[in-house]
């Protein structure tokens, strides 16, 4: 209740709390602006400010710059706690074995998106369309044919189209390296890049360290090359340990090393600028063993500066950084890039082997986009967009899911890895239930080479937040407590 016997500000301060406690104000949403609240209480700017001073203290309001104040999520219980980090197993659990086959579980996943496309979309990491900008990037594509009817339907042979090659090396130095427009090497998409840089350092057989969790798609690349997991304990925050890396390095032959640094996907951890040293010139360039930098996520981050890639530490030619556009600008485009390093030859003449070329047009149409300076506008609002959603559904989260239920805090990208409070709980059924309700997620099995991680799941925040997406999250949380 207000109190009535305190100083104005203070009574403003408990009526508010009153509201957020009632939840009539929930987490994450806007409390009345300072001006509002003077009109709304006949008070003056300072007893506002003072009452706003009050909330915060109270850990129940947080101000966001040039937007007000908001309601901060109470329940939440963050991974990882300071004394419970992530689960790091012993050494004998993380040897390397052979991949078990997930590709059954994420054609379902896959599915319940492509051919039910009512469906919630929790399951699949892709942004929504309304939040890319398809009106310009379609102009940019009409223009490229216009402009060049006849080589936009010829091959663009390896290393890809000149002036999207011109574009992505001028960005580099965002990500803290310099590198030749003739380094680069454009393909289809991140994944196709991601399979030239295993395909031109591995050999059927051979083994590559992996983190765990990790995309479901690293996972089925490695398996359909014939290629070993040793998967590697990772901290939600801080990602990859260095630590289980080098104690595997001593008694384990590993040909490369397969990472996601920049917001791993599910965990959305982004490592630290000083482990990227270590990892890239004190770990593996004394032993000449390739990092293939999986760098798609780290145009969204939460923060306010872009992480510096591990390919800023690279003296040897050894990280072998793969990207696209497809997590920030059109993922029906498929266009992406690798700057394979002292990989060039063998990338290039397996991308010649694989694809041939990239599609032309698209290439040029991205090309003109990033040209006209219009990218960086749009990734501001996309990280804007984006940071906003993660927050909606976790705040959800720790609404509805049961109690003792914990949730990654990302540092970037558009994913929420969610650990269920019974480690005997089984998302595989709780995807199965979903599904019935109409809700797709992504089950915590699908990431691990061993089917590990039965107790979590993936949910994706790309689309905008509304009452139907607030209704799904309610109903998993029911069925996960079941």
């Not at 492509?114 to 990037?137: S, W």
């Not at 390739?290 to 030619?317: M, N, Q, T, V």
């Not at 990302?410 to 709780?430: C, K, N």
């Not at 689309?463 to 996960?480: C, D, F, I, K, S």
Request: net charge neutral; with cysteine.
């Amino acid at each position: 209740m207000p109190n009535v016997a305190g100083h104005l500000y203070e009574q403003v301060a408990d009526s508010i709390a009153e509201m957020i406690e009632g939840r009539v104000l929930r987490p994450g949403d806007r409390v009345p602006s300072v001006r509002k609240l003077m009109a709304q209480r006949g008070i003056s700017r300072s007893t506002a400010m003072q009452a706003f001073q009050i909330l915060e203290g109270r850990g129940m309001v947080e101000a966001r710059p040039q937007s007000g104040y908001y309601v901060k999520p109470q329940a939440a219980h963050f991974l990882p706690e300071p004394e419970q980090a992530h689960h790091h197993p012993h050494h004998d659990e993380y040897e390397h074995v052979e991949l078990e086959g997930t590709a059954a579980s994420v054609a379902a996943v896959l599915e319940s998106f492509r051919y039910h496309p009512e469906n919630v979309p929790f399951g699949v990491a892709t942004p929504a369309t309304e939040l890319l900008p398809n009106r310009a990037l379609n102009h940019c594509l009409a223009h490229a044919a216009r402009t060049a009817p006849e080589s936009a339907n010829q091959y663009d042979f390896p290393p890809g189209y000149a002036e999207l090659r011109r574009q992505l090396a001028q960005r580099a130095p965002d990500a803290g390296y310099q590198v030749a427009m003739e380094e680069i090497v454009t393909t289809c998409g991140c994944m196709e890049g991601l399979n030239l840089a295993l395909r031109a350092t591995c050999r059927p057989g051979d083994s590559v360290a992996i983190e765990s969790p990790t995309y479901h798609g690293l996972l089925q690349a490695l398996e359909s090359l014939g290629l070993r997991a040793v998967e590697l304990p990772t901290h939600p925050k801080t990602g990859v340990s260095l630590e289980a890396l080098e104690a595997t390095l001593r008694k384990t032959k590993i040909s490369a090393c397969l990472f996601t640094p920049t917001f791993n996907n599910p965990l959305g951890s982004c490592m630290p600028e000083e482990s990227r040293r270590v990892l890239v010139q004190d770990i593996l360039a004394p032993r000449s063993i390739p990092l293939i930098e999986d760098e798609i996520y780290a145009d969204l981050y939460h923060g306010s500066e872009r992480p510096k890639a591990c390919k800023a530490f690279d003296r040897e030619g050894l990280v072998l950084l793969c990207s696209s556009f497809s997590k920030n600008l059109a993922p029906g485009y498929r266009v992406g890039w690798i700057v394979p390093g002292r990989f060039q030859q063998p990338v290039q003449l397996l991308k010649f082997m694989n694809t041939l070329a990239t599609t032309t047009h698209v290439q040029a149409a991205v090309a003109e986009f990033l040209q006209s300076g219009a990218f960086d506008q749009h990734l501001r609002r996309l990280r804007r967009a984006l940071r906003e959603q993660v927050q909606r559904v976790s705040n959800a989260v720790a609404e509805f899911f049961p109690a003792g239920t914990r949730v990654t805090r990302p540092a970037g990208g558009f994913v929420l890895w969610v650990e269920l409070p019974d480690p005997a709980s089984d998302t595989r059924e709780l995807h199965r239930a979903a599904l019935r309700q109409g809700i797709s997620i992504a089950p915590g099995h699908i990431f691990s080479a061993r089917g590990r991680h039965g107790n979590f799941l993936r949910l994706s925040c790309g689309h905008p937040w509304n009452a139907r997406m607030e209704e799904a999250v309610e109903t998993l949380g029911r069925l996960a407590g079941r």
